[in-house]
């Protein structure tokens, strides 16, 4: 049984809270979502109903009531006064916020205790419902790619094994068949996110265009392009602003974020190229050639993957929306990765030892006065100490 922290959390907050909130659980896929909730369900002594949107037609609205009115039912059939609703992949279902307003105010207003859990793995699309209809009356759980923590207590995993497998829980067992292990993250992960969680649900008029980026964005993880030459490498007549966009969809689903360039000016901010960073390395390993062992036997190579392994962990901490990532270059002078909490700012240069870059740090501390730089790397914090931080525990 694969158990993380937010099992816990989501169990208090769903027995012990008083039906205030509706719970939106959401996360990229395959990091756990639907298995939380299972297990929840058997160790639950409320009764439950559970059903998945992921195979109904998206404009069944009433598809939602229906489940809700089954949930009612346990609910009146039982001697506990309250029931749970669980409904996952709740994007999927068109107009779905407004259906589950409806429902959520209707037992309001009957003094009907059913607490409601929703899954979904399209952030882009949950967050839409949740402010255009849902306002007040929801609170959300985000479930991200397992920290390097997570995967050393559930699979063993050494420091070195996850910066090249990443976090995937499903996966870890395939590891030592490697060919198997990508085939699984290219069809299971890859495919499935972009043709599901965004080409689905999303209007993306060059979808061939949205999936070269994403290979490009892999295979450049940890450096900057402009959109200019990003578009120059991907050899297609389309535009800056639909890049920008299209990098924003693979954002909201966990595969791939662009960082923008550090500046207490906001303008100046949105303007900068991009610094590509996956959301969890495997998507890197699972594209290569080479394998695990050829790679980590290379530094010039391996230094890569250990600064996209440090960037991933980075990235899915801000999803919480109280850590703010960017990198920072102005003309030769570089600092990796720039972390931004309550106004404090932190500079972070990694040194695995593949190369020996003239560090930016100087540079950095004269423009603006950090609170903090810190080496990952070489004479600093060991990178394999740095992935078992909270980025957030560095403001203390």
């Given at each position: 049984m694969i158990e993380r922290s937010q099992k816990s959390l989501l169990t208090k907050r769903i027995e012990t809270e008083l039906r205030r909130f509706i719970q939106v659980l959401y996360g990229p896929r395959q990091?756990?979502?639907?298995?939380?909730?299972?297990?929840?369900?058997?160790?639950?002594?409320?009764p439950v109903h559970f059903a998945s949107a992921d195979q109904v037609s998206s404009g069944q609205s009433s598809w939602i009531s229906q489940q809700w009115e089954t949930a009612r039912i346990k609910l009146r059939g039982s001697e506990?006064?309250?029931?749970?609703?669980?409904?996952?992949?709740i994007q999927k279902i068109a107009n779905w916020s407004e259906t589950v307003k409806k429902e959520w105010d209707a037992d309001s207003a009957a003094r009907r205790s059913l607490k409601v859990i929703l899954l979904g793995s399209s952030r882009l699309l949950l967050q839409q419902g949740l402010t255009e209809s849902l306002a007040g009356r929801f609170e959300t759980i985000f479930l991200g790619h397992w920290s390097y923590l997570e995967?050393?207590?559930?699979?063993?995993?050494?420091?070195?094994?996850?910066?090249?497998?990443?976090?995937?829980?499903?996966?870890?067992?395939?590891?030592?068949?490697?060919?198997?292990?990508?085939?699984?993250?290219?069809?299971?992960?890859?495919?499935?996110?972009?043709?599901?969680?965004?080409?689905?649900?999303?209007?993306?008029?060059?979808?061939?265009?949205?999936?070269?980026?994403f290979e490009l964005g892999c295979s450049y993880s940890g450096q900057i392009l402009s959109y200019?030459?990003?578009?120059?490498?991907?050899?297609?007549?389309?535009?800056?602003?639909?890049?920008?966009?299209?990098?924003?969809?693979?954002?909201?689903?966990?595969?791939?974020?662009?960082?923008?360039?550090?500046?207490?000016?906001?303008?100046?901010?949105?303007?900068?190229?991009?610094?590509?960073?996956?959301h969890n390395t495997a998507l890197i390993s699972a594209q290569q050639q080479e394998t695990?062992?050829?790679i980590s036997s290379i530094p010039s190579?391996?230094?890569?993957?250990?600064?996209?392994?440090?960037?991933a962990h980075l990235l899915n901490h801000t999803r919480t929306g109280a850590l703010n990532l960017y990198y920072w270059r102005q003309g030769n002078h570089e600092v990796d990765f720039v972390l931004v909490h309550s106004g404090k700012?932190?500079?972070?240069?990694?040194?695995?030892?593949?190369?020996?870059?003239?560090?930016?740090?100087?540079?950095?501390?004269?423009?603006?006065?950090?609170?903090?730089?810190?080496?990952?790397?070489?004479?600093?914090?060991?990178?394999?100490?740095?992935?078992?931080?909270?980025?957030?525990?560095?403001?203390d």
């Open positions: 990091v756990g979502k639907t298995t939380i909730a299972l297990q929840f369900m058997q160790t639950t002594a409320l506990r006064q309250d029931a749970v609703l669980i409904i996952d992949e995967m050393k207590k559930a699979f063993d995993f050494t420091p070195e094994q996850y910066v090249w497998f990443g976090g995937y829980p499903g996966a870890a067992t395939l590891i030592n068949d490697e060919s198997r292990w990508a085939r699984y993250i290219a069809d299971s992960l890859i495919e499935t996110s972009i043709s599901k969680d965004i080409l689905m649900l999303t209007r993306v008029d060059k979808p061939a265009l949205m999936k070269r980026l200019t030459k990003i578009l120059g490498q991907l050899q297609d007549a389309g535009n800056t602003t639909t890049l920008a966009h299209y990098l924003r969809l693979l954002d909201t689903a966990g595969l791939l974020g662009g960082l923008e360039k550090y500046s207490p000016e906001t303008i100046r901010l949105r303007a900068s190229s991009p610094k590509f960073q996956v695990f062992q050829e190579k391996w230094g890569r993957w250990v600064e996209s392994a440090i960037g700012v932190i500079g972070l240069e990694i040194k695995s030892g593949h190369t020996q870059r003239a560090s930016g740090m100087e540079a950095f501390t004269l423009h603006f006065n950090p609170d903090k730089v810190i080496l990952v790397g070489n004479s600093g914090i060991p990178w394999q100490e740095f992935l078992e931080i909270n980025p957030i525990d560095l403001f």
